[in-house]
T-cell receptor, first 111, second 118 residues
């Protein structure tokens, strides 16, 4: 499985600030998925991006897939305490059902 | 998307014993996946469970330690055998992975089993 580097590992910001999480690899992925996980729960799918250069918006969350399909970013505008959680990126190669997960970014939004 | 019921949600076990974790899905699925996760960290795939065949294990995981059953298309169990404190972790089951030419439906995860071995 390919390596996905996720950064930063930890992020603590004040409510109302913006944040960006990055996911990078030297490998090409057929799709890139973003999950959010809260304590005591399993990861919940936020979005999948499939096309190089694709940008998807989910309310205050913006997801981008790099043109070469090797990297992705998650941007949160005007973060709220409810955005607190562990954010995980996961990539899938074509013809492979397995996911490669990044190390995760723990986001804390202080009220 | 599928709904997964995973149990137990947590357990504290004595070393040397075994624990069986169950996952029930509300729809029929071809593949089910078992992961291990240290709190606040990434997920590591243990094995893929297909109905009617033996599970496929990832490097570093063996059937004797993590036997898996998949008796039908909606249910699977993972047993953590002969436990030691190093097995303390969160164990998660997952289903999904459907794709199309321009779509990837992603995966659904159970809520996890937090295992502590003492």
């Amino acid at each position: 499985t390919q390596l996905l580097e996720q950064s930063p590992q930890f992020l603590s910001i004040q409510e109302g600030e913006n944040l960006t999480v990055y996911c990078n690899s030297s490998s090409v992925f057929s799709s890139l998925q973003w999950y959010r996980q809260e304590p005591g729960e399993g990861p919940v799918l936020l979005v999948t991006v499939v096309t190089g250069g694709e940008v998807k918006k989910l309310k205050r969350l913006t997801f981008q897939f790099g043109d070469a399909r090797k990297d992705s970013s998650l941007h949160i505008t005007a973060a709220q305490p409810g955005d607190t959680g562990l954010y995980l990126c996961a990539g899938r190669s074509s013809n492979d059902y397995k996911l490669s997960f990044g190390a995760g970014t723990t986001v804390t939004v202080r009220a | 998307s599928a709904v997964i019921s995973q149990k137990p949600s947590r357990d504290i076990c004595q070393r040397g014993t075994s624990l069986t974790i169950q996952c029930q899905v509300d729809s029929q699925v071809t593949m089910m996946f078992w992961y291990r996760q240290q709190p606040g960290q990434s997920l590591t795939l243990i094995a893929t469970a297909n109905q009617g065949s033996e599970a496929t294990y990832e490097s570093g995981f063996v059937i004797d330690k993590f036997p898996i059953s998949r008796p039908n298309l909606t249910f699977s169990t993972l047993t953590v055998s002969n436990m030691s404190p190093e097995d303390s972790s969160i164990y998660l089951c997952s289903v999904g992975g459907g794709t199309g030419p321009t779509v990837d439906y992603g995966y659904t995860f159970g809520s996890g089993t937090r295992l502590t071995v003492v």
